[in-house]
């Protein structure tokens, strides 16, 4: 079955920090994983994927994310935090193959807060 | 945002009532979601399709019924409400194409009350 862990409820920065938000899945076949972002009485907005190849992938508002196999691992990372980062993110993750092709499962969210 | 609508935004109505969510595309997307965002739950899938007329379950279907008889338009069917199914819901659809766009895009949510 798949899933994803999200181990913090919440991460607190400061800005100009770098920021780190884990993520750790498990998945039957090849992974396909994927990080979204939801501010306030919004929807989810698609960050980044990673489908295959470069293990490091780079995506809107100088987000990236590193696959790691062998830790079953996607964390999220910035260089330097915003304020206006502070959202809810989403880690989410799909299986190349089987009865679940094309279904998402999502961990339960971080909250991500940035204080100036 | 790949054309999503969700209507209505919000939605106040009584335990047992029948309610109806509507999701509406524009981009002649084949697969169309419906999640229900609870705190602590993430997003869980609800019933999702494949096609016109072609549906199938996720995780958290009881209670729930869905029906598409138009590419654009899924419909989320609570035929009769209870207090557990207040949340907010959302549709996605699936974006198909060469190997690396396989994504699914969100629409911006039903905020469902049931008192």
């Known amino acids: 079955a798949q899933s994803v862990a999200q181990p913090e409820d919440q991460v607190n920065v400061a800005e100009g920090n770098p920021l780190t938000v884990k993520c750790t899945y498990s998945v039957s076949g090849n992974p396909y994983l994927f990080w979204y972002v939801q501010y306030p009485n919004r929807g989810l907005q698609f960050l980044l994927k990673y489908i295959t190849g470069d293990n490091l992938v780079k995506g809107s508002y100088g987000f990236e994310a590193e696959f790691n196999k062998s830790q079953t691992s996607f964390h999220l990372k910035k260089p330097s935090a915003l304020v206006s980062d502070s959202a809810l993110y989403f880690c989410a993750v799909s299986a190349d193959r089987g009865s679940t092709l094309g279904r998402l499962y999502f961990g339960r969210g971080t909250q991500l807060t940035v204080w100036p | 945002d790949a054309g999503i609508t969700q209507s209505p935004r919000h939605k106040v109505t009584e335990t047992g009532t029948p309610v109806t969510l509507r999701c509406h595309q524009t981009?002649?997307?084949?697969?169309m979601y419906w999640y229900r965002q609870d705190p602590g739950h993430g997003l869980r899938l609800i019933h999702y399709s494949y096609g016109v007329k072609d549906t199938d379950k996720g995780e958290v279907s009881d209670g729930y019924s869905v029906s598409r008889s138009k590419t654009e338009d899924f419909l989320l069917t609570l035929e009769s409400a209870t207090s557990s199914q207040t949340s907010v819901y959302f549709c996605?659809?699936?974006?198909?194409?060469?190997?690396?766009?396989?994504?699914?895009?969100f629409g911006p949510g039903t905020r469902l009350t049931v008192l």
């Open positions: 981009e002649n997307h084949r697969y």
């Open positions: 996605a659809i699936r974006s198909l194409g060469d190997l690396g766009t396989d994504t699914q895009y």
